[in-house]
């Protein structure tokens, strides 16, 4: 699986807790997928991180193929229940 530039050296170095093994993970089994305006796709997953009981909400932003990996981070603020 591809990723940016901007994923290997900046999202990576600012979010240690990310790894392209959970992004992966998302992509695989995403319970949500919506298109932004320019194209690219946001993935929404549930995750566990190490050393955390509870699934927390990892959205993973990919180019418009779909599958290189370009951002990532926790989503405090996904609702389920909202479109």
């Known amino acids: 699986m591809a990723t940016t530039r901007y994923f290997d050296e ?4 600012k979010r240690p807790y990310l790894s392209v093994e ?6 695989a089994a995403p319970i949500r997928r919506e298109m932004q305006d320019d194209g690219r796709i946001r993935h ?3 995750i566990t991180l190490p050393d955390e ?3 927390r ?21 996904f609702r389920e229940d909202t479109p």
């Open 10 to 13: 900046q999202v990576l170095r």
């Open 22 to 27: 959970l992004c992966r993970a998302v992509l």
């Open 44 to 46: 929404w997953g549930r």
């Open 53 to 55: 009981p509870a699934t």
């Open 57 to 77: 909400i990892l959205r993973v932003v990919t180019l418009e193929d779909g599958e290189t990996i370009h951002n990532a981070f926790l989503d405090r603020g």
